[in-house]
């Protein structure tokens, strides 16, 4: 695969962790990748992180960007996706720090009819507090550093480890648990047949998980990205999750059947007034 990949970085009012996600995007050795920033209605800060970084990442950066009504990341997620210009969409949250090899090792897993999932090192608070305030680089530690934050810092090590894992990556091609738009490859061929992300999902949980069934339902399989895409994702606090009940009874309705596309998706886009 030697295509546009169009890295999707979903962000909201945190730009001090967008901008240590652009940096480790601007270190990628490959480098035919292009990065569409997913904003789900962030201020001015953000705004200025993104001019920052336009001639800084070594790679085309578009800011896409809707006025914030609540937590709408399957919407904002579908705009940055109908702007993109890639044959492949990588998604990645604002708040996680990309290695060198990310854009790379996607590449290399990239593979018709499946979508990669790949996961994550969680930071804990007070390492994330101190990785944004003194400008740390966790994207460029070794695996001795990471070792030193094991018990203090981080959850595990074990996504920074990079091993060739072959025909093992599809033991579980049906499999949508655990697949989270924090680190989750998709064609744009794909996206496009099950008509993207549900916008019908409003509010904080579970549209990366409706995305990823109705994929299967489309015959789509899942390749496991671990040991190979893994990323350092910062420290948040708790979403607001007051339209949790609501979305899980909309994921229910989803795997009791066998729809395919989006109740309100890519096609249902109606101009945007940020």
Known sequence: MSDLISIVVSTYERPDALGAALRGLSRQSDRAFEVIVADDGSGPATADVITQWKTALGAPLVHVRHEHLGFRAAEI??????????????FLDGDCIPRADFVAQHRRLAEPGWFV???????S???TRTVLAQNLEPEIWGFGRLLEHRHDGIN????ALSLPLGPLRKLAPKRWEGARTCNLAVARSDLDRVDGFDASFNGW?????????RLIHAGVRRKDGRFATGVFHLWHRENDRAGLAGNQARLDDVMRGDRIRALRGLSSLAPTHA
């Open 205 to 213: 949980g579970l549209e990366d998980s409706d995305l990823a069934i």
């Open 77 to 90: 997620r579908n705009r940055a996706i109908a702007a993109s210009q890639g044959s492949y969409c990588v």
């Open 125 to 127: 608070e007070p390492l």
């Open 117 to 123: 999932a790949g996961n994550r090192i969680l930071l």
């Open 156 to 159: 595990r090590i074990t996504p």
